[in-house]
């Protein structure tokens, strides 16, 4: 039988309210009580007392009055070829290939202009050509710094700001940083109506009110209403990851605009959706204040966002890491290596080091570590509390500059197994045996299926380059290195591992 939820709600005089779930066709039913009813039946319990709410009678008042300074952005750009889709950046526009009679030609063509066509049509010889895309963006300071994201003022060759009231302005591009996918835009002007950004003292929470303005699909001045419904979100592709994920509705056009609390300040920029359809569909992450103040203010300055650098790659702690270093919780990031004559190899920080602090601030994980260390200036000082040998211990390091612009390095090619190398070892459901290339370590040749080994990833090819940071080249210094994390009392052994120049640490716990 299918199932149905009701949800009721009831206000009852005074501070007393009541929510039921009514269970139908076998559906549990939940109720939850607030007020004197529901106290006289809680007994020995530790009840969660929730302040009032305040009522809200709408936001007509606090949209009237940051609606002028909340713009739209038309952006003329140059594709390569004809196969850019209709409308420019497929994040912004991605209307129907529909006939020239179409009777939705004329309003879809509003939004999204192609350039001329060659002699042929669409078979026509592809060559570049000018297309128009639209995003939104909002005024920082009585001069004309206005805010948007980087992906929607990319490549443009023309950008012109439209105020609330239709006006035009051109506009000049001050500064992008494509890591945090923020803008700034200069126009020129005097007294003109600005918003602020929320303080950093007293940030929104989940649960709050927000009010996104922008212009989804070329139609300004558009107002949805929402709540923050999660923080510190990492969304793939992004090399950032510390999103405000809001339910209020934002569309194609919406990048760039603003989220504003109920007291009309600015607490993120829109940026980006979760879609399966290209639609709104309740999950949309904007960039928070405090990280838009930090980098307008930068390129506002000088142009361009400096970072600090540090000089190590890293990789997040699981249990298993944790479990195999004696740490008591997963948390902070391992070094995998420090880079060659980066900051952290001159303060002494070695590969396995696991970086807890910066300045005294804890570090949840790699990328928290990442987006602290970016946070800070070039040149500066820095105090990192590693947990080493058991134990935590400071060092100071000073940070470079980073270099946005740096090649990763070449990856080696993948190592070949050795046809036939004495001296294997089988243990922890792996056989292993001296690496043949010359670059040291184990050389994984098989491992069993259904083993901790094979399901932390673990495959024949892989180079054990450490145990318990110790380096290893034989199947004795092997056994040996086991037998030390065993003489520890410790149930879970820590590998340095290899894969196609590739260095990661794996916590692997050990079979009796």
């Not at 497929?90 to 879809?108: A, I, S, T, V």
């Not at 204040?289 to 203010?297: E, G, L, N, P, S």
């Not at 080249?473 to 290195?481: H, I, T, Y």
Request: proline share 6%.
């Amino acid at each position: 039988m299918r199932s149905t939820i009701l949800t009721r709600t009831r206000r009852w005089l005074g501070a007393s309210a009541l929510a039921l779930m009514v269970g139908v066709g076998g559906v549990s039913t939940a109720f939850v009580m607030t007020g004197q009813a529901a106290n006289a039946q809680v007994q020995n319990a530790a009840q969660i007392v929730v302040p009032q709410a305040s009522v809200q009678q709408g936001f007509a008042d606090l949209v009237e009055a940051v609606k002028p300074a909340v713009v739209s952005i038309l952006v003329e750009a140059q594709a390569p070829n004809e196969s850019v889709q209709r409308g420019g950046r497929n994040f912004e526009f991605n209307f129907p290939d529909l006939p020239e009679d179409h009777p939705f030609r004329d309003f879809f063509d509003q939004f999204g202009q192609e350039g001329p066509r060659g002699p042929g049509g669409r078979g026509g010889e592809a060559r570049p050509r000018q297309f128009m895309a639209a995003g939104s963006g909002f005024i920082t300071s009585a001069d004309g710094y206005v805010v948007t994201n980087n992906h929607v003022v990319e490549d443009a060759t023309k950008v012109t700001v439209i105020f609330d009231d239709g006006s035009e302005h051109i506009a000049e591009v001050v500064g992008t940083d494509e890591r945090t996918d923020l803008a700034v835009l200069k126009i020129e002007g005097e007294d003109l109506p600005f918003v602020t950004f929320e303080s950093d003292d007293e940030p929104s929470r989940v649960g709050d009110w927000v009010v996104a303005v922008g212009n989804p699909f070329g139609l300004g001045g558009t107002v949805t209403v929402g709540v923050i419904s999660g923080a510190g979100r990492d969304i793939g592709g992004s090399n950032y990851g510390d999103f405000l994920q809001i339910d209020a509705a934002v569309n194609t056009g919406n990048s760039g605009g603003p989220a504003f609390n109920t007291n009309g300040e600015v607490v993120g920029v829109n940026t980006a959706i979760y879609s399966p359809n290209g639609g709104n569909v309740g999950i949309a992450f904007a960039i928070p204040a405090r990280t838009v103040k930090q980098i307008v203010d930068q390129l506002v300055t000088n142009g361009t966002v400096t970072r600090g650098y540090l000089g190590v790659s890293i990789q997040d702690v699981s249990k298993d890491i944790a479990d195999s270093v004696g740490l008591p919780t997963p948390s902070g990031a391992i070094v995998r290596e420090p880079t060659a004559d980066g900051p952290a190899v001159a303060a002494g920080i070695e590969s396995g080091d696991i970086i807890l602090k910066v300045d005294g601030e804890d570090i949840s994980d790699a990328l928290d570590l990442s987006r602290t260390i970016g946070s800070k200036s070039p040149d500066s000082t820095v105090e990192l509390t590693l947990w080493r040998d058991g134990a935590e211990t400071t060092v100071s390091v000073k940070l470079q500059v980073l270099d946005e612009t740096a090649a990763a390095p070449e990856q080696p090619a993948e190592p070949t197994p050795p046809e036939a190398i004495p001296e294997a070892a089988t243990s922890l459901g792996m056989t292993v045996v001296p690496n043949g290339d010359g670059s040291g370590g184990l050389l994984i040749q098989s491992v069993e299926e259904d083993t901790p080994a094979a399901q932390r990833g673990l495959a024949t090819g892989d180079v054990i380059l450490e145990v318990d940071n110790t380096p290893v080249a034989s199947a004795a210094e092997f056994d040996q290195a086991l037998a030390g994390v065993e003489g520890k009392g410790l149930s879970t052994v820590l590998l340095k591992v290899s894969r196609n120049g590739d260095v990661q640490f794996i916590g692997l716990p050990i079979e009796e």
